[in-house]
């Protein structure tokens, strides 16, 4: 399915070279310029005859268009291999650097200017056969409304499934009520498409309909035309958004107090920027505005105060809604539906409006075979409703976002996409093509994929590591892409199809690439052993390759027919078992990014590598073994991302970094005994404005006298960084002192900080007056044994930490209290994890204040026997702690998550507990759970042996009890996370795995007990007489229901 936006888009990036100042002096000297004009004026017809990039027009659908429309991409990606060739004879890939002595030379050979001919005019006759088609065909409006669905304000509680909503719903509701000086006054409710945003907003507003007088629901159709408004519960009017406005605009002129005023879908900010801005006297009537939206920067843009971004549904409540929409009820759902039925909801990515989708198609389908037959098809292309609701958002996107947006698809299911890998390869492949700063570009692209939902941030303790896209949005991407993303198995690409993408995870599937797939641009071999046999392959039959990804193929030697690849632009070569690289690497003039991270066998790199100059990042960081680098960076000015560079005795210093004025994220490590003072003065870091990003890092030293301490301290206040940096990490330093430009006057605007293995400082310096920094971890500092006032300093706004929002405190042996911090500092911190503190006692004291205070994760604290009193805060995980005794008062917890704290024996004032989740190392539920609760837990999910689970699978094993009592939903997993059963207090019905079953029905009557007569009391042996008879009765209906089960 071929995108006339995407194709427009690549025929204008061949036009704007075609333009450029080095290629037409090329053509003139080469006599094809007439040629190069014809070619021009063609590419400018299609462009005209298919629409421009913000039009939207597309050719009639039909299959004539679209095989038309793949020529015309494989036209426009040959001109851009032409135009690749032009530059690569000149002798270099820079336009600035060329002359009219280098072009001459690469002309005079009467072979150059016919094959240069030769090529521009077959591309001629191509279009000369494609545009009169195109013409005939006729033109059709793209339609990019998708499917209309409006939304009314009747609310039903039982459409809302999932763990967050009633807490999300709460959470909203109580800042809704809240009023005075510094109140919110605009909300927004932020997700990705059919996540269930509308939900949510509809849950409010019902459950606000006593708070406020008026409450107005306003409902936005897709192309943003027109505007339904209810009025409490009652429909008002339907109308176009100019008359709507101003009926809205007398709401909110301040005549109407106590108003709740809620839009949903909006996608275009600038209508409501105007009606907002035009009537500020609302925020000061007690007036409440909520606006749903795909797009956090729309709501940003409006003015929101407070966001709350809607998430997935989890595996579990994901089967709950399944289950609920397909009209199972109290059905048996046996251990294989349940597996098929929790792989669809996988499938799709936990939206709530595919699983709803996909359930009604399963309503009276209660066969497995049928359950399976449904998981095996493909999502996108057998449910039009769920391809057009995604559809609506994909069509929002500019241009160039839509082009990462398929791009990502090729990427395997789960992978986690890293900012710096995908903005690399998006730069390759040329999509940013004209910028003035390629990666500012593709990284706004990056981020807005995040902030739209359709890439999902990774959290790790450390912060944000990548993005993962949704199962069900990379089988979209696939759809959109057509034929030219494939992820399947080549041996399956027809003959009418062209990729132009393709990802690999079998070795064995190179040599299954049919012999008519020659045009490949990308390659990704991912996680697959690479013979040097098949490396030879790709090279020899993909000379047009772009990028070349081979990290973790285990590949050993790289061959020297690498230099034919000619136009590659990306090599990633990361966690591989090369030696080397061979010098024909230095023919690779147009290569961009080196990428050799990881690579513990690596030993050499060739003086080649200095020949590359339009490298834009070159990263050979942990390679242990590397000492031999032996190319000079003179040359490579147009470097902006270098890591892993350290300074040598045999020439290589720091000095050679001053030349590197582009560079905006460095990494030096080795730094030691041997940096010379002198060397790092003539580095000149300050001097480098672009640069934001730094990490610097020392070689391992076991105890360093205090000489060489000393001097590590003087070599990195030589390294003086500019005043732009907004990222620092330090690692493995051992001076005796901080550097005397770690200071808050001098990194005034840095924004993330990571100190790591700094083992001989018993001090930390005053962070606490850093006014922007947002994240901040603090590991490894062996010899501390207490924080206190000195990290807090003296903050000149009076609070320390004011923008703050993660911490991280990981490897402190020797840590046992951190005081020093007042009730005001760190407003903002929401996410705190210590891991490794085994002496500390207790959680800091101050955290208390900490009213944003979300997260807390806790794991490997021995010495920890408490935690109490932390009134804002709403996820506790606690691990490996094995002297923690009590958790207690903790008002607002939400989620708590137990692992091998076995002396936990008290769990008490958590009232609003609704997930708990625990990990038991022994056959044992913990006595605490045991105990009659305040909390009504609405799910409880229980890790344990299968000795553990079993005393739980049945009304009758020895948890039975507990497990029916103690919440709505119950899900039992084994260590290795297979489910083992489930239960639902709703039906009474417990859901067991297969595994589950086969146990249970091995143990037979085992988890039966009958009791022993009681003692000769009044009543006894008749009272034993009833219990023998009812265990009786149990016995023989258990056999009947394992009957009944294998029989089906």
Known sequence: MESTVILNGIIAGVIRSLADGGIAMIVKVACVKKDIDILERRLLSIMALIGDAEGHRILAQSEAADHRLKKLREIAYEAETIIDLFRIEVGTSRPQDWDAASICKCVKEVHIRCQIGNDIQELNKKLDTIIPVIQQLGLAAEDQSGIDSEVAPHYNE????????????????????????????????????????????????????GRFRTRLWVNISNDSRCITIWSGDTFKRRARMSEQREVLRRYLNGSTRNLLLVIDNVRKADDWNQLLAANEAFRRCGCKVIVTTRDENVARTMGVTHFHRVKCLNGDDGWLLLHKTANLGGTVTTGKIQDVGRSIVQKCSGVPMAIKTIGWNLRGRSREDEWES???????????????????????????????????????????????????QWIAEGFFEGSP????????????????????????????????????????????????????????????????????????????????????????????????????????????????????????????????????????????????LPRSIGNLMMLQFLILQNCPCLTQITSHVGRLENLRGL??????????????????TELNCLHGFFPANHGRTLKELHALCNLTSLQIVRLGRASSIEDAHQSRLQEMDNLRELELCCSSVDRPPVDIQEHMKDVFDALRPPQSLTSLKIDGYYGNGFPSWFSVSHLTVLQRLTLDGCVHCQRLPALGEMMNLKFLAIIGFS???????????????????????????????????????????????ERLQLDGCPSMISVPSWLQHCTALKSLKIHHADALQNIENLLALKELQVHDSSNLKRIFNLRRLEELEIVNCTHLDTVQDVPLLRLLH?????????????????????????????DLLDRCSSSTAR??????????????????????????????????????????????????????????????????????????????????????????
């Open 918 to 946: 625990l990990d038991e190392p022994t056959a044992q539920l913990p006595e605490w759970l045991q105990k009659k609760q305040s909390f009504t837990l609405r799910r409880l999910e229980i890790i344990g042996s299968e």
């Open 158 to 209: 039982s459409n809302t499934i999932g763990r967050g909503v009633g807490s999300d719903c709460n959470d909203l509701v109580n800042l809704l009520r809240r009023g005075g000086e510094g109140a919110h006054v605009l909300f927004a409710i932020v997700g990705t498409v059919g996540v269930g945003k509308s939900t949510l907003a509809l849950k409010i507003y019902h459950e606000m309909r």
């Open 783 to 829: 010899l501390l044994t207490e924080i206190n006032y000195e990290l807090r300093g003296a903050p000149a706004t009076g609070v320390a930490f004011p923008l703050l929002e993660q911490l991280f405190l990981g490897r402190m042996q020797s840590m046992v209290s951190w005081s020093g911090l007042v009730d005001t500092d760190m407003p903002l911190l």
């Open 959 to 1048: 948890y039975g009890r507990l497990i029916k009592d103690a919440a709505d939903h119950v899900y039992a997993k084994l260590h290795g996370g297979s489910l083992y059963f489930s239960y639902t207090k709703s039906t009474g019905m417990f859901d067991r795995s297969r595994r589950c079953r086969d146990r249970y029905g091995m143990q037979g009557t085992a988890i039966l007990a009958v009791p022993v007569a009681p003692r000769r009391v009044h009543g006894g042996w008749e009272t034993w007489i009833k219990y023998t008879l009812c265990a009786i009765f149990l016995i023989v209906s258990q056999f009947f229901v394992q009957w009944a089960v294998s029989s089906r």
């Open 374 to 424: 449904i998981h095996s098809q493909d999502i996108i292309s057998s449910y039009p409703g769920i391809r057009d609701t995604i559809d609506t958002t994909y069509m929002e996107l500019k241009y160039r976002v839509k082009r990462c947006f398929l791009y990502c698809s090729l990427y395997p299911e789960q992978f986690v996409i890293k900012q710096q890998c995908a903005t690399q």
């Open 437 to 580: 700063n390629l990666e500012e570009a593709a990284e706004s692209c990056y981020q807005e994929l995040i902030e739209r939902g359709l890439l999902l941030p990774e959290h790790e303790a450390k912060g944000v590591v990548g993005a993962k896209m949704p199962t069900l949005l990379r089988s979209f991407a696939l759809y959109r892409s057509g034929d030219e993303n494939c992820v399947d198995n080549p041996s399956r690409i027809s003959s009418t199809s062209k990729p132009w993408r393709l990802c690999i995870t079998d070795e064995e599937a190179i040599e299954a690439i049919p012999v008519y797939v020659t045009r490949l641009r990308t390659l990704f071999v991912s996680a697959s052993p690479l013979r040097r046999s098949s490396l030879d392959l790709i090279i020899e039959r993909f000379p047009n390759l772009r990028v070349l990804d081979l990290r973790d193929t285990q590949v050993e030697t790289i061959p020297k027919m690498l230099g034919r690849l000619l136009q590659l632009r990306y090599l990633n070569l990361s966690n591989t078992k090369i030696r080397k």
């Open 619 to 636: 990263d050979f960081s942990g390679a242990p073994e590397l000492n031999d680098v032996r190319f000079k960076l003179v040359k490579l």
